[in-house]
């Protein structure tokens, strides 16, 4: 089983290391299987935390591997969605799908069932031939989530990826980027500001403190299963366990708060 690693991840911008660093000796791991949703005040290195991941920044200290090989730089292995879905609006949607497909060199006719395949799977059926202006924000990040896809990657890394949908689309997005997850038997990392999001969506939450980004709270769940079992979201969402952890993590961030007020 493939494994994604951070062991002990310092991260300094620039070359002072005697500054308060960004990330601060984080360890985590994802498998196949696993979707980590990040939580944390602004400032607490989120972002930073996946773009070490991802393999965008270097680590001051501290390594990345996959499967014990270490890595420097991105891979293959680690798509990334980020909040701004960065389609290119010169392409229509399915040639936005098959983009990975066609730096891979593959015939058109392949990646083009391959790119409509995907786009089923995230909802657009029969949408590949539309432009990227016309859609709107929840079509526009099913269309990246599909385009990560079609990479075939072992981990799937998304930063905000429905931080600026409304909150109905949100809420449909997030349904189905579990059900796209589970069919993809990818590890998943999540950068997220929702507490209710990240408990619903992920197998652990994470809560990162501030000044230094460090670990402070690992909490494993089971709501996500739950919905993909066949129980409805509203009814998990409301449900007296999902409330009491979503206190708990609430109470956890706000407390970091109020240790930097000091």
């Not at 879905?85 to 391959?114: K, T």
């Not at 689309?169 to 998943?188: F, I, N, P, Y």
């Not at 609430?250 to 970091?256: K, S």
Request: net charge neutral; aromatic share 4%.
């Amino acid at each position: 089983m493939s494994q994604l690693r951070l062991d002990n991840v310092s991260l300094h911008y620039g070359r002072a290391r005697s500054s308060t660093p960004v990330l601060d000796r984080i360890s985590l791991d994802i498998a196949p299987g696993d979707f980590v949703a990040v939580l944390g005040l602004s400032g607490s290195g989120k972002s930073s935390l996946l773009n070490v991941a991802a393999g965008f920044l270097a680590p001051t200290a501290g390594r990345v591997s996959i499967d014990g090989i270490v890595r420097t730089g991105p891979s293959a292995d680690r798509a990334v969605v980020f909040q701004d879905d960065a389609l290119f609006a010169w392409l229509n949607v399915r040639n936005n799908v098959a983009l990975p497909l066609q730096l891979r060199g593959l015939d058109a006719s392949v990646r083009h069932r391959r790119a409509d395949e995907l786009l089923e799977q995230v909802g657009l059926k029969g949408e590949g031939n539309r432009s990227i202006w016309t859609l709107s924000g929840g079509q526009r990040q099913r269309v990246g989530i599909a385009r990560a896809l079609a990479a075939e990657p072992n981990f799937l890394l998304m930063d905000e990826p429905l931080g600026a949908l409304d909150a109905m689309t949100r809420d449909r997005m997030q349904e189905l980027l579990l059900r796209v997850w589970h069919a993809s038997r990818t590890g998943a990392l999540m950068i997220t500001h929702s507490v209710e999001e990240a408990l619903f969506v992920a197998t652990r939450v994470v809560v990162l403190a501030p000044a230094p980004g460090r670990i402070s709270e690992v909490v494993e769940t089971d709501f996500g299963a739950r919905f993909l079992a066949g129980e409805p979201a509203r009814a998990i969402k409301s449900d007296a366990e999902f409330i009491a952890l979503r206190e708990h993590l609430i109470a956890a961030i706000h407390r970091t708060s109020a240790r930097i007020a000091a």
